[in-house]
Every structure is written in C-alpha cells, then in structure tokens.
C-alpha cells in the first residue's frame, strides 16, 4: 500500500474534536494527521468486516429459507461445551 498514490481530503471538524484529537496526538508523540489515518483505517476495516457479516448472516438464512436444514441451540452448546474436554465432539449436523 505504500506506492499506492495518495490523495488530500479536507474533514471539517468540530473545534472540540479537533482540541482532544491535539491531546491525544501529543501524549502519543504522534502528529494529528496520523491519528486520524489511524482511526479512518480503523474504521474502514471494522465495517468491511461488519458488512461482511451482515452479508454471510443473510446468505445463511436465505439457505436456511430454501432448505430448512439447522442445528439447534442446544445442539450447539453441547458441541461448546465439549470444547477443550477430554471428550472433544464434532461439529453436530444440519438436520430438517
């Protein structure tokens, strides 16, 4: 990502904002515009994972709509549960 051609953006931010952005920028020994590249980095990543998982959640019960095949959840919290015993189980099976 390091050759990829940067851009300027302006953000308008609220002069509160701004100030604490300036304070923590300053204990961290780090400049304001890092920190913000930080947090919008932070950002991005957390909801392209969230969308993702919104995504995959909707593709199962699409399947789940189509099939009717489930585990229940008591089928999954005795799978859990055996997790690290000596007596570990598999993965329990879909079933109608």
Do not use: F
């Not at 300036?22 to 957390?46: F, G, P």
């Not at 998982?53 to 999954?76: D, F, N, S």
């Amino acid at each position: 990502m390091a050759n990829t051609p940067r851009q300027t953006t302006t953000l308008r931010i609220e002069q509160d904002i701004k100030d604490r952005l300036k304070t923590l920028a300053d204990d961290r020994h780090s400049s304001t515009h890092a920190l913000m590249l930080e947090a919008i980095a932070q950002y991005v990543d957390r909801e392209e994972k969230r969308s993702l998982y919104r995504k995959e959640a909707l593709e199962a019960w699409q399947e789940y709509q189509e099939t009717g095949e489930h585990i229940t959840a008591e089928e999954t919290v005795t799978w859990l549960e055996s997790w690290g015993s000596g007596n570990e189980q598999d993965a329990p099976a879909c079933h109608k």
